[in-house]
């Protein structure tokens, strides 16, 4: 979903440039807007992934107690 946002995104401020810019600042233009959004969307799916990561190792920990304390019930 936030790929297809930011491809929407490109396209949107891709058309803009188009309309707005002479075609040597264009092409400039361009590969900036590309640069920026490519490395804001690394940063989003670098976040969701530590997001996950840290869920994840909560969710190990939580499942171990809960092993170690039926092994105690026994």
Not at 5 to 10: F, G, K, P, V
Request: net charge positive; proline share 4%.
């Amino acid at each position: 979903m936030v790929i297809l946002a930011m491809s929407r995104i490109r396209s949107s401020l891709g058309v803009l440039a188009e309309h707005s810019l002479p075609p040597p600042l264009l092409t400039q233009t361009i590969r900036a807007i590309d640069k920026a959004l490519d490395l804001e969307l690394a940063i989003m799916l670098d976040t969701y992934r530590r997001g996950m990561e840290t869920r994840l190792r909560a969710q190990e920990r939580l499942a171990t107690r809960h092993v170690a304390a039926l092994q105690v019930e026994d």
